[in-house]
């Protein structure tokens, strides 16, 4: 059994000093992970965690240029995660994320290599935010992973996701996530959109199952995504997987893993996804990023879009904060930042955004401006006849004739868009 981080001592922690020797413990303007607020620390609220795959993984092709980031951890998995953890300590913050092929690639044993991460984890107390198995990059996976015609492949992708828990499992990850970019389809005339969906429900049925044969006490999160790279997807957003989900029952095993860029993509802001899952009771956890509105793709940058954030862990903290989730940093630095300090500037940035952010949404709580407002807005749905319509008292003709009788004729109120977008801005 892997010791993971919860085990360790923190006067025992040790730097390893291997790839950025020349590089400091970052000290924040922002991020004091110490810092009380609202009760818990930053650390707490935020969980930060750094991804395995864009930084340590990816080689920086583009559809017109070649791989050009040629990291000196690049060359096996046990520098990656070397270098992974050494990056994190020298950024103190407390969690990574990864999929199985970014540290133990095909032809590598993922037992194994759940030993190495969980000693390193071990070393440095760093904990596992969340696993996932990649069920997009492999061939086999070209027509989807558990909605390919073919049931092989769904039987190697059951395979392949038994495997990753596992070891998410045994790490004492926080969750499991899946996104699962190929469950889609390109067009309807090689497509049986409602045997896929049945393949996909009952994938996930086999999955719920597993997680509570094995005892595995994380969440389970879905990360909704419209496209990219298929053309329609099963998980689009919150709302799209919501009813696929209860339409197989699930509602309750799964929450979302929200992803900025992913929203703008389906045309939400990232705020209505969160706030769409805390209004269903199916928040789970950030990928922290920031797209580009004016590319049509997944650009995976670092979050710096300070309005966004505060407006989303604004809504995260009035439902009492992260459980099991935390903020992920799911982003890249652009293929022209070919320098090792540029992976830590586009770090550095995120998570003062992210301090920052904090800040101002527990500011933004305290003052209680912005809930006042929210509540005097809907107060008459708190007596009278609004309780009455909500309680089921009352029926579409006793709520015709109660017009009638009170010669109802309300008055449009203001909806103060602007004072309230001056409250959380200034
Ligand atoms: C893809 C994406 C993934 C997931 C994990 O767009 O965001 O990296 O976060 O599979
Ligand atoms: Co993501």
Known sequence: MAPTGQ?????KIQMNDHFFQNIEPIQYRYYNPKQKILGKTMEEHLRISVCAWHTFCWEGPDMFGQPLFHRPWMKSPEEKIKALFEFIQKLGVKYFTFHDVDLAPAGVSLEKITDLIGEEMKRTGIELLWGTANLTGHPRYMAGAMTNPDPAVFAVAAAQVKAAIDATHRLKGHNYVLWNGRDGYETLLNTDLRQEMDQYGRFLSLLVDYKHKIGFKGALLIEPKPREPMKHQYDFDCATTSAFLRKYGLEK???????????????????????????NDAFGSLDANDGDLLLGWDT????MDLSQYTHGLYLILQHGGFKTGGCNLDAKVRRQSIDLQDLFYGHINGIETLAKALLHAAALIEKNDLQSFMKKRYEHWHSGLGQDILHKKMNFEQIANYVQTHRLDPKPHSGRQEMLEGMLNL
């Open 300 to 303: 995976d940058q670092f979050p």
């Open 7 to 11: 085990q360790v001592d923190e006067g």
């Open 253 to 279: 095993e799964f929450q979302f893993n929200i992803e900025s860029n992913h929203a703008t993509l389906a045309g939400h802001t990232f705020s209505h996804e969160i706030a769409y899952a805390l209004a």
